[in-house]
């Protein structure tokens, strides 16, 4: 799993500097950090899919993670991520395999994502 990568936004001082108030102008390094604002992502792509899927997930906070891959008699498929996840916006693939590596035939599949504050599912169609 990728580390989530740290970003910071800046306001804008709305008071012009350098020409009557003195002191350095204006510019990117002027401003107060402001946080970035949480983005709810939760996304299965393409869909339909032939070979490999991409799952996007947002956490708002760390804690466990559970993504598992089921076929439509809720049956698990393979577990695609298990485990202690930072906080922010994630990617990651399934190759359209079970957990003993073979392909899975063509059919509706869904993928759930179980974490402490949030509980998500998605329908993925697989055309072989």
Same mark, same amino acid.
């Given at each position: 799993? &990728?580390?989530? *990568?740290? &970003?910071?936004?800046?306001?804008?001082?709305?008071?012009?500097?350098?020409?009557?108030?003195?002191?350095?102008?204006?510019?990117?390094?002027?401003?107060?950090?402001?946080?970035?604002?949480?983005?709810?992502?939760?996304?299965?792509?393409?869909?339909?899919?032939?070979?490999?899927?991409?799952?996007?997930? #947002? *956490?708002?906070?760390?804690?466990?993670?559970? *993504?598992?891959?089921?076929?439509?008699?809720?049956? *698990?498929?393979? !577990?695609?991520?298990?485990?202690?996840?930072?906080?922010?916006?994630?990617?990651? #693939?399934?190759?359209?395999?079970?957990?003993?590596?073979?392909?899975? !035939? !063509?059919?509706?599949?869904?993928?759930?994502? !179980?974490?402490?504050?949030?509980?998500?599912?998605?329908?993925?169609?697989?055309?072989?």
């Amino acid at each position: 799993m &990728l580390p989530a *990568l740290g &970003l910071t936004l800046f306001q804008r001082d709305p008071k012009p500097r350098g020409m009557n108030g003195g002191g350095q102008g204006g510019g990117p390094q002027a401003g107060v950090p402001v946080s970035k604002p949480y983005r709810e992502v939760f996304a299965v792509y393409p869909n339909p899919v032939k070979d490999q899927a991409q799952i996007e997930y #947002s *956490l708002k906070a760390l804690g466990e993670v559970d *993504l598992v891959v089921y076929d439509v008699m809720g049956r *698990l498929v393979r !577990s695609v991520v298990e485990g202690v996840v930072q906080v922010g916006v994630h990617r990651v #693939s399934w190759d359209g395999k079970d957990r003993d590596g073979r392909k899975v !035939s !063509s059919g509706i599949y869904l993928v759930k994502l !179980s974490s402490p504050d949030q509980s998500k599912m998605a329908r993925l169609i697989v055309v072989r």
